[in-house]
T-cell receptor, first 110, second 115 residues
Framework: DAKTTQPNSMESNEEEPVHLPCNHS???????IHWYRQLPSQGPEYVIH???SNVNNRMASLAIAEDRKSSTLILHRATLRDAAVYYC???????????FGAGTRLTVKP | EAGVAQSPRYKIIEKRQSVAFWCNPI?????LYWYQQILGQGPKLLIQ????????DSQLPKDRFSAERLKGVDSTLKIQPAKLEDSAVYLC?????????????FGSGTQLSVL
């Protein structure tokens, strides 16, 4: 299985941008890059996903490297409610198999 | 729109006892997943259903874990007998089914403590 590598933890100040990195050097051509986040005492929630091009939605932006071996989740203005564990997941195109790693714990300071 | 419902929210049992968890997915969602999340780790897929059929149960410890989705809607996950290492949060998720890379919607989970 293709795997991802993320920092264990990151800190950010409120209202500043946050860049959460993810390395996936063994990604295959048909793997999509998905991001989910998990707030305390809740199940994970979908954030964003992409294949090759950068993606934007109301929650975040996803920047994908040209060689697809890394990606970055961008929160444009962090709020206290963005404090969560963020998971970067590679998902094969032909099935809905979701394999979570340990993720990055984001702390947002007021 | 109602989310994925799970019950109970918390459960405490002694080792060797049995326990069951219940999940009601989002209406119309054909695919249902059970995940196990041990403290400090990401969720691990236990079993995936498409309607009432099993798609993937390769990581389900079948000697003690069982799951069913008889009518293709609600699902139950059972552990019999429980071990100390089964202490974890059990998450249920659902998705529409039939589409590539579709979003998963998770419930809040059942936190199991085995003493």
């Amino acid at each position: 299985d293709a795997k991802t590598t993320q920092p264990n933890s990151m800190e950010s100040n409120e209202e500043e941008p946050v860049h959460l990195p993810c390395n996936h050097s063994t990604i295959s051509g048909t793997d999509y890059i998905h991001w989910y986040r998990q707030l305390p005492s809740q199940g994970p929630e979908y954030v964003i996903h992409g294949l090759t091009s950068n993606v934007n939605n109301r929650m975040a932006s996803l920047a994908i490297a040209e060689d697809r071996k890394s990606s970055t989740l961008i929160l444009h203005r962090a709020t206290l409610r963005d404090a969560a564990v963020y998971y970067c997941i590679l998902r094969p195109d032909d099935n809905n198999d979701m394999r979570f790693g340990a993720g990055t714990r984001l702390t947002v300071k007021p | 729109e109602a989310g994925v419902a799970q019950s109970p929210r918390y459960k405490i049992i002694e080792k060797r006892q049995s326990v069951a968890f219940w999940c009601n997915p989002i209406s119309g969602h054909a695919t249902l997943y059970w995940y196990q999340q041990i403290l400090g780790q990401g969720p691990k897929l236990l079993i995936q259903f498409q309607n009432n059929g099993v798609v993937d149960d390769s990581q389900l410890p079948k000697d003690r874990f069982s799951a069913e989705r008889l009518k293709g809607v609600d699902s139950t996950l059972k552990i019999q007998p429980a071990k100390l290492e089964d202490s974890a949060v059990y998450l249920c998720a659902s998705s529409l089914g039939g589409q590539d890379n579709e979003k998963l919607f998770f419930g809040s989970g059942t936190q199991l403590s085995v003493l």
